[in-house]
C-alpha cells in the first residue's frame, strides 16, 4: 500500500497551500471587516426599482 | 484622482452561458436514453455505439463536466469580473478557454461511443484527452489568478476564495488519477493496479465530487444568492469559517467509497470519520444560504429564480448529510452497488447543481441582455416540472435501492439465499426503473422549456457584450509606513506563491510517484496468483471498452449473503495484476469476480450472443458484434511490453511470443465451443472474452490455502 | 418611485423625520430642515441620487448644524488625526456615528465623484469608521471634513483616539495560532486513528511513519501555538504566583514530550492527536472569550469629550490651538454650544453655562465679568472671551483625572473564582504528580516516569480552562442582547459580588433638562413682574427656572432682598412685600396638597398666598427598579446638584442615603469611603462628574441614551432603556457564576477519574485521546446550555 505515502503526501501538501493561503489573507487584512465586503458586492450595481418599496 | 472605466466580458459569459443549456440537454438526453435502457435494452438500437457500457460514461463526463463545468465558468466568468471590478485577465484566455473546453467534451463525445475509455470512474478519458484538460485547466488558472491580481477592489468575497480551491485542488486530483502508461494514441494502462489503483481514483472520485461539483457552487450560492435577494448574506463570517472548515477537512473523506473492499480496515475507517465531521461545514453553508432569505420569503413567493435556490440548497443540505451516512458500514453494506447510490448523487446533482445553474441562468441572461426574462409563467412552470422530475427519480429510485439490497441479503430459516437468482431482484426493481425514466423525462422537459425561454429572452433583448463599469485603481501601498493594517508590500506574492506551490506539489508528486512506479507494494501477494495470459487481457480490454464495469462488479464483500451467492470473498493479494482495477461501484448484474468456471463456455457464448436465450427476462443487452468482430492481435506486444513495464512478471521477451500463446488458448475455446456445435472462428472477439470471464477468480479456487 | 413620494408627503425626503415645523422643498421632494435639502442638493448635484433608491430615506436629520472645523488648519492638529501622510497622499481614518444602512456604504465610497482629490474612501461598517486617502497637494483635511459635514455624514472629531485601529496585532495572532493548531489537530487525528482503529501486522511500516508526520506536526503547535502559556506559566513562576496556565503549560510540555520519546523509541505512538487538540482547544476558549464591541467605547475620558481646539485670541487674531497647547494667561473665545476647555476668567459677553455634565444641574448658570467659569460648562448664547487661569489638566473637573484611581488598571480589582481554584488545583495536582512518582520510584522508575506524566497529562485542568470563557461569552451575548454591554467577562463576576449601589442623580435616574415646571393659582401680570423681580434676584436653580418660566415681565425695582437657603426668598419690590419658597416659609399653618415627584415654590405677595409653582424632574421610565433592589442592596444618591428633589426621591432612595451638592471629586472620595467600609460598590452615573466614581468603584456603569453618545469611561455601558431589568442583571451574573462553579466540578469529576486511572501509570493514548475532548465538549455544551436556560428563566432571552 506503498500509494498512501504518496496519497497523504499529496493531501498534506494541498492542505499546507491553503493554510498558506490563510495566512496570506489573515496577515493582509482580507478578515479584518466581515461585514462591510457582503454588503459591498451589493452596491455594485443600479438598484432595480422593484426593489425599493 | 478619476476612477478607470473598464468593461466587464459579458460575451464569453453568455457563450458558456450558451454551453451550458445544450451540453445539458445532451447529457441528460443520454442519461434518459441509458435509462431506458435499463428495462428495454433494445434501445441501443442494436448498435454497439449507444451501448449502455459505452454511453453510461458519456452521461456522467456530460453532465459533470460539460453541463456543470460550463455552468461552473460561467458562473465564475460573471461573478470574478464585478467581485474583483475589473475585465478578465485576457480575452484571448477566455476564448481558449472556452473553445478548448468544448474540444475536450467533444472528443469525449466521440471517444467513449468508440469504447475508448480508462474505465476510471469520472475519468474515463483516455490520456491524450487528459493532457489537452491539464493545459485548459491551466490557462483558465492564469486567466483566473491575474484577474485577480489586477483587482481594482482589495478584499476577496469568500466566492473567489471558493474558486481558488476549486482550481488548485482539482488541478492536483486530476494529474494524480491520470497517471498512466500510453500503448497507443487511444489506449493506455493506469501505473497503479488493483487496491492501489482504486484508492488512487476513490481518493480522485470523491474529491471530484466535493471539488467540481460542491466548492465552486458554493462560492457562486455566495455570490448570487445575496444578488437575488438584495441582501446580504446571513453571516459573512460564518461563510468564512465554513470556506475554511470545509477546504481542510474534503480532502481526507475518499477511502469511504471503498469499504468492505480489501482497503485496509483502518483506512476505511478514517474515511467514515472524516465523512462525518464534513456534515458541519457542509450544513454551514446551507443553512448560511438559507437564514439569508429569512424575513424575505414573500420575495421566495414570487422570484422564480429564488425558488430554484431554495430547492437547490435544501437538495444540497439532504445530499451533504446522506452522504455521511451512507459511509457508515452498516448502511453502506446495504447501499453499496445498488440504487440508493444512483438517488444519492441524483439528488446532488439535479437539485443542488441543476437548480442552482438553472436559477443563476434565469437571473444572468436578462442582464447581460439588459431585459426582463421572456415568461415568468414558463420560468415557474420549469421550476415545478423540474421538482417533480427530482421526486418521480429519487424516489423510485431510493425505493429499488432498499428494495434491492435487502433482497439480496435475505436468507430462508433454512439458511438458504432467498433469492438465489440475482435475476429475480433486478426483475423486482423493473417498475422503479421504469418510474425513474418519467422523472428523467419531467426533469428534461423542464430544461427545454427553460432553452425556449432563454432563447425568446435573448432575441428580445441586445447582448451588452463589453458593459461598461468604473472604480478606483487599486493604489501601490508599497510606499505606505509600515505596520499600517493597508501595507501590502507583499499584495501580488501569495498568488504567485500559490501558483509555485502547486508546481512544486506536481514535481513532489513525481518524486514521489517514482517508488511506486516501480511497485515496492506491501500488498499481500498470494502465490497462485498469475498474470493474465495474452488472450485474457485481451479479452480484458474488450471488458473495458464495452464498460462491462458499469453494471457488474469484482468486489465480493466479506459477508456471508456475498460468499454464499458468488463465493470466496476478494483478497487484495488478487489485484496485483489489474491495471486498472476493475471493482465496478453498482451492481446492476451480479458480480463476476468468481464467474471463471461457472458456466461452461457455449453458456457464455450464448448469453453474450442474446442474454436472453440463458437467463429470460435479463436486462443486459446483446453483445453479438463481439462475434463478428475480430480480435485485433497487433497490440499484443505492446500490451505486454507495457505490463511488464508496471512490474507484471511475464518472462522477458514474452511479447514476441505472446500472440502465440494467444492463438493456441483461442483454439482451444473454439474447438470447446465446437463441440457445443457453435461454429465461431478462434479470431474473434468472443473467444478472448469468454477466456477471461472463465479466468476471473479462478487463482483463488485453484488453492484456497494461499489465502490470508 | 412616484407614488412612494406621495405616501411620504410629510416626512423628509432625506431623513424621514416628520417635517412639523419647517417644510423646505427642492424639486417637489420635501425636506425638514435646510441642512437636509443641502445635502440633498449636493447629491443630486452630482448624480448620486441612487443612495435615496437603496433604501427609504437613509439620511441623518443635520437641525443641529454650524460646527465649526476651523481648527483642522492647524498642523499640528492635522498631524495627531491623519494615520499616514507624505507629499502628496494622506490617510485618515474617522469615526462616524450616522453610519446606519448600505446607501451610507454606498454614497461614503463614493466620495471621489464629489472630490476628485479623494483616491478612496472605504467603511468599516461595524465599526463606523470610514478610511480616507486624499491628495494632499488638491485638497486639505479641512476639506474632507467639510465635505463628509455636507453630505450629512459629519466625523466624530477628539482629542482622544475614538478610532479603533483594526484587529491587527495581539487578536491575529491568535486567530493565526488557531489556524496552525487547527491545521495539526486535524492532520494528527487522521494519523492517529490508524493506531486506535489497529494496524495489521504488514502494515508496521505505517506506525512509524504516521509516528513522525504526528511529531512534526506536532512541533509548530508547541513551538508556535502554544508559547503564550508556557511564557505566561513562566512569568507567574517567576512573580511566585500559581496561575491555571502552570498545569497546562505542564501538560502540554509533557505531552509533546511522551510523544517524543515514544515516537523514537519506536516504544508508542505517543500523545500527538492530544497535546495538538488541547492547544487548539484552549486557543478557541481564549479566542471566544475576547468579545469586542465595535461601536462602543468604554475607556472614554474628558478629551473625547472637550473640543480638540479652541479659538485664542492673539492681537484680534484668532487662531485655533490644541487643547495640550493653552497656556494660563491665554484669551480664549468660546462660542454657542462649545465647552470651556479649562478654569477660566470671563472677560467679555454675557455667559448662560450649562454645567450639566459637570454638576449634574440642569438649568444653565450666568455668570458675570470677572467670575471664574470651570472648565467642562458649556456655553449656551452669545460667543464670550475668557482668560485661562488653570492649564486643561490642573482645572477642577480635569484634575479629577490625577487620581490615583485611574493610574489603576481595571483589571486586577478582584480576584476572579477560577484565578483563586486554580491555585488550589494547581497544588494538588503537582503533589499527586510528585506523590504517584515517589511512590512507584522503589519500584521501577519507568513507571514512576509513566506515572508521573500520566497524571500530569489527565489531570491538565483544559476543560476548567474553558469553563469560564464559554460561560461569560455566553453571558455576554445575552446581556448586550438587553442592551446592556459589559466591557469584559470579568465584570458579569464582579457584578455578581456586588453589595452596594450608588446612583448619580441627573441623566442617571432623571432625564437631563427634563424639567416641567406648572402654575398653579394665578397671577395677575404686574405679580407676576413682582415674582420674576424677587426670583431675579437668586441664583438658586429654581429662581432661575421660575425665571424662565416668566420670561417676558419687565424687572421692578427692589428695595431689599433676603435669600434664606434652604428655605426662600423674602424681598421689598416696588414697595410690596414679597415671600417666594417652601410651602413652610411662605404661608404658616397646615400643610396641604403634598404631591410627591415634584417640588413646589410657593408665593405670597403682601402676605396674600397666591399659589405655587410645581416643578418636577422627570424621571427614567423603570426608575421603580433601583426601588426593588434596596431591599437586597444598599442604594445610595450622589447628586452634584441641590437638595430641592430630596422629597420626591424620598420615594426610591432612604432619605439618610441620599448626599446632594456632591463635586465629581467627593463622589469619588465616597465611593472609596465605602469600599473601606469592605462594600463592594457599584456605581451608576452618567457624565463627566461621576467619571471619578466610575472609576473607583468596584464595578463602574455609565448610562446612556444613545450608545454612540458621549459615555465616561466605564466597565459596562447600559442603555437608558434597559435601566428596569438592572435587578434582573443581578440575578442573571449571580446565575452565570453558578454555573462556572458546577461546570468546575464537571471538569474535576473527569479530573477525579482520569487519576484513578493515571496514578497506576498505565495510559493508553487512547484514553487521553478520548477523555480530553469528552470533557472538553460536555463542559462547552453545558455552560453554553445552562446559561442559556438560566437567561430564559430570567426571561432575558
Known amino acids: 500500500m506503498s500509494i498512501i505515502y504518496f496519497l497523504i503526501g499529496c493531501s498534506v501538501l494541498l492542505a499546507l497551500i491553503f493554510l498558506a493561503a490563510f495566512f496570506w489573507a489573515q496577515r493582509h487584512g482580507q478578515h479584518d471587516d466581515l461585514y462591510t465586503p457582503s454588503v459591498r458586492i451589493l452596491l455594485d450595481e443600479e438598484p432595480e426599482s422593484e426593489q425599493k418599496k | 484622482m478619476q476612477p478607470e472605466k473598464f468593461y466587464y466580458d459579458n460575451k464569453i459569459v453568455r457563450n458558456f452561458g450558451i454551453a451550458t443549456v445544450i451540453w445539458g440537454i445532451t447529457g441528460m438526453l443520454v442519461g434518459l436514453i441509458i435509462a431506458i435502457q435499463l428495462y428495454r435494452p433494445e434501445m441501443n438500437m442494436g448498435n454497439q455505439y449507444t451501448t449502455f457500457g459505452r454511453i453510461r460514461p458519456l452521461h456522467t463526463n456530460a453532465v459533470i463536466f460539460a453541463f456543470v463545468g460550463n455552468a461552473i465558468f460561467m458562473g465564475i466568468y460573471y461573478s470574478l469580473q464585478r467581485l474583483m471590478k475589473a475585465r478578465m485577465f485576457s480575452d484571448t484566455l477566455s476564448k481558449l478557454h472556452f473553445w478548448g473546453w468544448q474540444l475536450i467534451i467533444v472528443s469525449a463525445v466521440v471517444t467513449l461511443p468508440l469504447g475508448i475509455t480508462t474505465s476510471h470512474e469520472y475519468a474515463e478519458l483516455e490520456w491524450p484527452i487528459d493532457i489537452l484538460i491539464t493545459i485548459v485547466w491551466v490557462i483558465f488558472g492564469i486567466n483566473m489568478f491575474g484577474t485577480i491580481i489586477k483587482r481594482r477592489e482589495r478584499h476577496i468575497y469568500v466566492a473567489v476564495w471558493f474558486y481558488i480551491a476549486t482550481f488548485v485542488t482539482v488541478a492536483v486530483l486530476h494529474i494524480v488519477n491520470s497517471i498512466e502508461l500510453p500503448i497507443s494514441f487511444t489506449k493506455s494502462y493506469m501505473v497503479f493496479a488493483g487496491v492501489q489503483d482504486a484508492l488512487v481514483q476513490w481518493w480522485y472520485g470523491h474529491n471530484a465530487v466535493a471539488f467540481f461539483l460542491t466548492t465552486p457552487y458554493l462560492g457562486m450560492m455566495y455570490y448570487f444568492l445575496p444578488k437575488m435577494a438584495n441582501r446580504p448574506i446571513y453571516s459573512y463570517k460564518l461563510s468564512i469559517l465554513h470556506f475554511w472548515a470545509l477546504i481542510f477537512i474534503y480532502i481526507w473523506a475518499g477511502p469511504h467509497h471503498l469499504l468492505y473492499s480489501t482497503l485496509p480496515g483502518w483506512a476505511q475507517s478514517l474515511g467514515v470519520v472524516f465523512s462525518i465531521m464534513l456534515i458541519a461545514p457542509s450544513w454551514g453553508g446551507m443553512i448560511n444560504g438559507l437564514l439569508t432569505l429569512r424575513g424575505a420569503w414573500d420575495k421566495v413567493r414570487d422570484d422564480v429564480t429564488l425558488k430554484f435556490m431554495v430547492v437547490g440548497l435544501t437538495a444540497y443540505g439532504m445530499a451533504t448529510f446522506e452522504g455521511p451516512m451512507l459511509s457508515l458500514k452498516q448502511v453502506n453494506a446495504i447501499g453499496h452497488f445498488t440504487d440508493w447510490i444512483i438517488a444519492h448523487v441524483h439528488v446532488g446533482a439535479l437539485g443542488w447543481n441543476g437548480f442552482l445553474t438553472f436559477a443563476i441562468l434565469y437571473w444572468l441572461i436578462p442582464r447581460i441582455y439588459k431585459t426582463e426574462l421572456y415568461s415568468k409563467k414558463l420560468a415557474s412552470f420549469h421550476f415545478w416540472i423540474g421538482t417533480l422530475g427530482i421526486l418521480f427519480y429519487a424516489i423510485p429510485m431510493y425505493w429499488s435501492g432498499f428494495t434491492q439490497g435487502l433482497m439480496w441479503k435475505e436468507f430462508t430459516p433454512e439458511g438458504m439465499l432467498k433469492y438465489p437468482n440475482f435475476l429475480e431482484t433486478t426483475m423486482r426493481i423493473i417498475p422503479m426503473y421504469v418510474m425513474r425514466s418519467i422523472g428523467g423525462t419531467l426533469y428534461l422537459t423542464g430544461v427545454f422549456v427553460m432553452a425556449y425561454n432563454l432563447y425568446k429572452t435573448a432575441v428580445q433583448g441586445k447582448l451588452v457584450a463589453d458593459e461598461a463599469a468604473e472604480a478606483m485603481p487599486l493604489e501601490r501601498l508599497d510606499q505606505h509606513a509600515a505596520g499600517e493594517r493597508w501595507h501590502r508590500r507583499l499584495e501580488r506574492k501569495p498568488i504567485l506563491f500559490l501558483v509555485a506551490s502547486l508546481i512544486v506539489i506536481l514535481i513532489g508528486t513525481f518524486v514521489e510517484l517514482m517508488p511506486t512506479l516501480t511497485i515496492s507494494s506491501n500488498v499481500p501477494t498470494i502465490a497462485s496468483v498469475k498474470p493474465y495470459s495474452p488472450l485474457e487481457l485481451q479479452g480484458r480490454d474488450i471488458y473495458i471498452r464495452e464498460g462491462c464495469v458499469n453494471c457488474h462488479s469484482q468486489q465480493i464483500r466479506p459477508f456471508r449473503s456475498e460468499t454464499e451467492r458468488y463465493g470466496e470473498y476478494s483478497k487484495a493479494g488478487e489485484f496485483v495484476y489489474d491495471h486498472p482495477f476493475l471493482w465496478g461501484s453498482k451492481r446492476t448484474g451480479p458480480d463476476l469476480q468468481r464467474e471463471g468456471g461457472k458456466y461452461g463456455n457455449s453458456w457464455h457464448y450464448n448469453h453474450l450472443m442474446d442474454p436472453r436465450l440463458m437467463s429470460p427476462g435479463s436486462i443486459m443487452p446483446n453483445y453479438d458484434w463481439l462475434i463478428r468482430q475480430k480480435l485485433d492481435t497487433s497490440t499484443t506486444g505492446a500490451k505486454i511490453r507495457a505490463m511488464q513495464k508496471l512490474g507484471v512478471p511475464y518472462p522477458a521477451g514474452y511479447d514476441k511470443k505472446a500472440n502465440r500463446d494467444l492463438d493456441i488458448q483461442a483454439k482451444g475455446i473454439a474447438d470447446n465451443l465446437a463441440m457445443d456445435h457453435i461454429k465461431v472462428k478462434s479470431n474473434k472477439e468472443i473467444i478472448a472474452v469468454i477466456a477471461y470471464l472463465q479466468r476471473l477468480g479462478t487463482d483463488i479456487k485453484a488453492n484456497k490455502t494461499a489465502n490470508n | ?797
Not at chain 3, 494632499?136 to 455636507?150: F, G, K, P, T
Not at chain 3, 479603533?164 to 487578536?171: D, H, I, L, M, S
Not at chain 3, 471538569?747 to 477525579?752: A, C, F, G, I, P
Request: glycine content about 6%; hydrophobic content about 40%.
Open chain 3, 1 to 797: 418611485m412616484k407614488q412612494g413620494e406621495i405616501k411620504e408627503q410629510t416626512r423628509c425626503y432625506h431623513c424621514g423625520n416628520d417635517c412639523i415645523d419647517e417644510r423646505v422643498e427642492l424639486d417637489e421632494k420635501v425636506f425638514c430642515c435646510n441642512g437636509c435639502r443641502e445635502v440633498y442638493a449636493v447629491l443630486s448635484a452630482t448624480g448620486l441620487c441612487n443612495y435615496y433608491s437603496f433604501n427609504d430615506h437613509p439620511g441623518v436629520s443635520r437641525e443641529k448644524t454650524g460646527k465649526r472645523f476651523d481648527y483642522l488648519r492647524e498642523s499640528s492638529i492635522v498631524k495627531d488625526l491623519v494615520d499616514y501622510s507624505d507629499d502628496q497622499s494622506t490617510i485618515v481614518t474617522f469615526y462616524i456615528p450616522n453610519i446606519h444602512c448600505s446607501s451610507c456604504i454606498w454614497l461614503l465610497e463614493q466620495l471621489n465623484k464629489l472630490n476628485p482629490a479623494i483616491y478612496y474612501s472605504r467603511i468599516d461598517f461595524l465599526r463606523k469608521q470610514i478610511v480616507i486617502r486624499f491628495d494632499n497637494r488638491q485638497a486639505s483635511l479641512y476639506d474632507v471634513v467639510v465635505l463628509l459635514d455636507h453630505v450629512g455624514y459629519e466625523p466624530l472629531i477628539s482629542l482622544q483616539d475614538v478610532i479603533k485601529k483594526q484587529t491587527t496585532g495581539r487578536k491575529d495572532k491568535l486567530v493565526r495560532k488557531i489556524a496552525v493548531a487547527g491545521f495539526c489537530f486535524g492532520n494528527v487525528m487522521l494519523l492517529s486513528f490508524p493506531e486506535y482503529f489497529g494496524l495489521s501486522g504488514q502494515e508496521e511500516a505505517f506506525k512509524t511513519f504516521f509516528g513522525w508526520l504526528n511529531l512534526a506536526f506536532c512541533l509548530p503547535v508547541v513551538l508556535y501555538s502554544a508559547t503564550d502559556y508556557f511564557r505566561s506559566a513562566w512569568t507567574n513562576l517567576k512573580n511566585k504566583v500559581l496561575n491555571i496556565d502552570l498545569p497546562l503549560a505542564l501538560g502540554i510540555a509533557v505531552l509533546f514530550g511522551r510523544t517524543a520519546v515514544e515516537v523514537i523509541a519506536h516504544i508508542g505512538p505517543g500523545f500527538a492527536d492530544t497535546c495538538c487538540g488541547l492547544v487548539f482547544f484552549l486557543l478557541v476558549g481564549k479566542f471566544v472569550q475576547r468579545k469586542t464591541y465595535y461601536h462602543l467605547s468604554f475607556e472614554r475620558d474628558y478629551r473625547s469629550f472637550f473640543p480638540v481646539a479652541v479659538q485664542v485670541m492673539e492681537e484680534h487674531m484668532e487662531r485655533s490651538v490644541p487643547l495640550s497647547d493653552i497656556r494660563v494667561g491665554q484669551r480664549i473665545l468660546i462660542r454657542n454650544n462649545e465647552i470651556i476647555p479649562a478654569d477660566s476668567i470671563l472677560l467679555k459677553g454675557d455667559a448662560k453655562i450649562d454645567f450639566s455634565f459637570v454638576t449634574g444641574e440642569s438649568v444653565p448658570v450666568s455668570k458675570v465679568l470677572g467670575e471664574v467659569v470651570y472648565a467642562g460648562g458649556r456655553q449656551t448664547g452669545e460667543a464670550i472671551e475668557l482668560e485661562v487661569m488653570k492649564p486643561v489638566s490642573q482645572s477642577y473637573l480635569t484634575s479629577l483625572w490625577n487620581n490615583e484611581a485611574f493610574a489603576r488598571t481595571q483589571d486586577n480589582r478582584m480576584q476572579t473564582f477560577s484565578g483563586t481554584v486554580s491555585k488550589y488545583f494547581t497544588i494538588v495536582l503537582l503533589a499527586i504528580a510528585f506523590g504517584s512518582f515517589f511512590f512507584w520510584l522503589p519500584f521501577d522508575f519507568h513507571r514512576a516516569l509513566s506515572a508521573f506524566t500520566a497524571v500530569l497529562i489527565i489531570a491538565c485542568p483544559c476543560a476548567l480552562a474553558l469553563s469560564t470563557p464559554f460561560t461569560m461569552s455566553a453571558a455576554l451575548s445575552i446581556l448586550d442582547k438587553n442592551l446592556f454591554y459589559l466591557k469584559n467577562t470579568d465584570v458579569v463576576e464582579q457584578m455578581a459580588r456586588i453589595d452596594t449601589i450608588v446612583l448619580d442623580k441627573t441623566g442617571t435616574i432623571t432625564i437631563a433638562g427634563g424639567n416641567t415646571i406648572a402654575l398653579s393659582g394665578n397671577l395677575s401680570a404686574y405679580e407676576k413682574r413682582l415674582v420674576y423681580s424677587a426670583c431675579g434676584n437668586s441664583a438658586h436653580p429654581l429662581s432661575r427656572l421660575i425665571c424662565q418660566y416668566l420670561e417676558g415681565a419687565r424687572k421692578l425695582n427692589t428695595t431689599a432682598y433676603f435669600e434664606l437657603p434652604g428655605r426662600g426668598i423674602t424681598a421689598e419690590i416696588d414697595g410690596n412685600s414679597v415671600n417666594v419658597g417652601n410651602e413652610r416659609f411662605v404661608k404658616p399653618g397646615p400643610q396641604v396638597n403634598k404631591n410627591a415627584g415634584s417640588t413646589e415654590v410657593h408665593m405670597a405677595i403682601n402676605d396674600k398666598y397666591l399659589g405655587y409653582f410645581s416643578i418636577s424632574q422627570r424621571y427614567r421610565p423603570g426608575i421603580g427598579a433601583v426601588k426593588d433592589l434596596s431591599p437586597n442592596y444598599n442604594t445610595f444618591l450622589l447628586s452634584g446638584d441641590h437638595g430641592h428633589e430630596r422629597a420626591a426621591l424620598s420615594e426610591i432612595f432612604d432619605p439618610d442615603f441620599m448626599f446632594f451638592e456632591k463635586s465629581p471629586q467627593d463622589k469619588l472620595d465616597f465611593v472609596k469611603k465605602l469600599q473601606s467600609l469592605g462594600r463592594k460598590v457599584m456605581m451608576i452615573g452618567d457624565g463627566l462628574n461621576d467619571a471619578g466614581a466610575l472609576k473607583q468603584s468596584d464595578l463602574g456603569i455609565a448610562i446612556t441614551d444613545d450608545v454612540n453618545n458621549f459615555s465616561p469611561g466605564s466597565d459596562a455601558i447600559l442603555d437608558g432603556r434597559s435601566l428596569s431589568k438592572l435587578p434582573v442583571f443581578f440575578k442573571f451574573s449571580r446565575d452565570a457564576v453558578r454555573v462556572i462553579y458546577s461546570s468546575f466540578l464537571i471538569s474535576l469529576t473527569y479530573n477525579m477519574l482520569g487519576l484513578s486511572y493515571a496514578v497506576s501509570g498505565r495510559l493508553s493514548p487512547l484514553v487521553a485521546a478520548i477523555l480530553m475532548p469528552l470533557s472538553t465538549v460536555t463542559i462547552i455544551s453545558f455552560t453554553s446550555i445552562a446559561i442559556r436556560l438560566a437567561a430564559k428563566r430570567r426571561s432575558l432571552l
